[in-house]
């Protein structure tokens, strides 16, 4: 499952995140980490596999394809491949999260104020470009 996950001077780093071992964070400021994770969510998509959300992570609407689910444990073991977009899991969720992991399900990407996991994505803001000063004459 080969998706782009980030873009620099014109390289990209394109990981296969069916190779993810548990759980995949993506951590920063809230709109960043959305817009990073429907352009995830939509690159699964085309590649042909499963995307299925849990709750309302992206504040309305989602791309067409996905999936809802209203908990963990109600998403299909034998999705994969494919993503698993959430919230902060409760302690029994992340559980049910590893499971559904451990069992070559799909993968769980959980933004939000969380905990970094082995595979974590960490948005900055893009720094302001500062005004350029008047030359002395």
Same mark, same amino acid.
């Given at each position: 499952?080969?998706?782009?996950?980030?873009?620099?001077?014109?390289?990209?780093?394109?990981?296969?995140?069916?190779?993810?071992?548990?759980?995949?964070?993506?951590?920063?400021?809230?709109?960043?980490?959305?817009?990073?994770?429907?352009?995830?969510?939509?690159?699964?998509?085309?590649?042909?596999?499963q995307?299925?959300?849990?709750?309302?992570?992206?504040?309305? =609407?989602?791309?067409?394809?996905?999936r809802?689910?209203a908990?963990? =444990?109600?998403?299909?073991?034998?999705?994969?491949?494919?993503?698993?977009?959430?919230?902060?899991?409760?302690?029994?969720?992340?559980?049910?999260?590893?499971?559904?992991?451990?069992?070559?399900?799909?993968?769980?990407?959980?933004?939000?104020?969380?905990?970094?996991?082995?595979? =974590?994505?960490w948005?900055?803001?893009?720094?302001?470009t500062?005004?350029?000063?008047p030359?002395?004459?």
């Amino acid at each position: 499952m080969p998706v782009v996950l980030g873009e620099r001077g014109g390289q990209r780093l394109v990981a296969d995140l069916a190779r993810c071992p548990d759980v995949l964070t993506v951590l920063g400021a809230k709109p960043h980490r959305v817009r990073y994770v429907l352009r995830l969510a939509r690159q699964v998509l085309a590649i042909g596999c499963q995307v299925t959300i849990l709750g309302d992570v992206f504040g309305g =609407s989602v791309p067409a394809g996905c999936r809802r689910a209203a908990e963990m =444990s109600d998403v299909d073991h034998s999705a994969a491949p494919g993503i698993v977009v959430c919230g902060p899991l409760s302690r029994a969720a992340g559980s049910a999260a590893l499971r559904l992991r451990a069992s070559g399900g799909p993968v769980p990407v959980v933004l939000g104020d969380v905990p970094a996991s082995r595979w =974590s994505v960490w948005l900055k803001a893009p720094r302001p470009t500062a005004p350029a000063l008047p030359r002395a004459g």
